[in-house]
């Protein structure tokens, strides 16, 4: 009885299977095209960032100022050496596309654990403490959404310099906001189950009680919260990246690779148009993906 969840009826002699909860998360999964399409995605983008010293034609750093500004293979002028074509200095556009991606990925899930540490900490208190820590809690995500992320971070940034640790400390301590809205409201409602005061009755400590009794039912919350929250960090920094604030050359950021191209888009649009739609892709996936988490692990949803 490994899959399937089976109970027996006594009065009419019957067996009754009813399906496991793992089994109703595949189905419900194979039923979400979102989700499908949305993981479909980020698994592409993904493999990218890992093969990329495997399936790059060439040194995403080389310069080559005689093969600069080569068209994509699919015009007149292109050429199968460098499919994407090359930027103004000679370097391989897919190359840097593949790395790129390494790049936004790793500021994507950095930022999110560093804003998922921060804002589960203070749901927890402010949601099972309530009183005094909750008033300071509510204060302070007040104080952070009258703060835009992207202004804060522009000016945090011109003030200590451009690097990718910096975006990355930055950025997540900026978007805590969700996680600690959820969190707090989750909270509230779990610690009135009866297995809360019956912990606290057994002499469980406030520590045991939040890790052991409430945290494993913030999970599928969180990890919802967490696929958006990296869509939005990631475009967050191809926007301060487009302005210089980010990841500085010659890194191979999909902002910084929008910024270098805009000066040529008028003749040269692939330059944009490459790291573009690299960057929606990315974006456009993980976006599906959370929605589709959340239609997947709502107790709602049909099985």
């Known amino acids: 009885m490994t899959d399937q969840a089976q109970s027996f009826d006594k009065g009419l002699g019957l067996e009754v299977v009813f399906p496991s909860p793992g089994r109703i ?23 990218m960032a890992l093969l990329a010293p495997l399936i790059s034609p060439h040194d995403p750093y080389d310069q080559d100022l005689s093969q600069r500004l080569i068209t994509p293979v699919w015009t007149e002028q292109g050429s199968w050496e460098y499919p994407l074509g090359t930027d103004y200095l000679g370097r391989d556009n897919l190359s840097r596309v593949f790395y790129g ?17 921060i804002g589960t900490s203070l749901g927890l208190l402010a949601g099972y ?69 019956a912990a606290k009755a057994a002499g469980c400590s406030v520590f045991w009680i939040l890790m052991r009794e409430i945290m494993p039912n913030l999970m599928n919350n969180l990890v919802v919260i967490a696929t958006l929250e990296i869509g939005r960090v990631i475009l967050l920094e191809a926007a301060l990246s487009f302005l210089g604030m980010g990841v500085q050359p010659p890194m191979p950021s999909w902002g910084l690779m929008i910024a270098e191209g805009k000066e040529f888009m008028l003749f040269e649009p692939y330059l944009v148009m490459i790291p573009g739609v690299a960057l929606f892709i990315l974006i456009l996936g993980m976006n599906l993906l959370g929605d589709g988490l959340r239609d997947v692990t709502s107790p709602e949803g049909g099985a």
Do not use: E, H
């Open 25 to 47: 998360m595949r189905r419900r999964m194979l039923k979400s095209k979102g989700f499908l399409l949305g993981l479909t995605m980020f698994t592409l983008v993904v493999l």
């Open 101 to 117: 991606a390494r790049i936004s990925l790793l500021i994507g899930f950095s930022c999110m654990l560093i804003a998922a540490g």
């Open 129 to 197: 403490f309530g009183g005094i820590v909750d008033m300071v809690v509510s204060f302070m995500i007040t104080v952070r959404l009258a703060l835009p992320a992207v202004l804060v971070a522009v000016a945090v940034v011109a003030l200590i310099g451009g690097s990718m640790d910096v975006v990355i400390v930055v950025l997540g301590c900026l978007v805590w906001d969700r996680f600690i809205v959820v969190v707090r409201a989750n909270v509230q409602q779990i610690k009135s189950m009866d297995y809360v005061p």
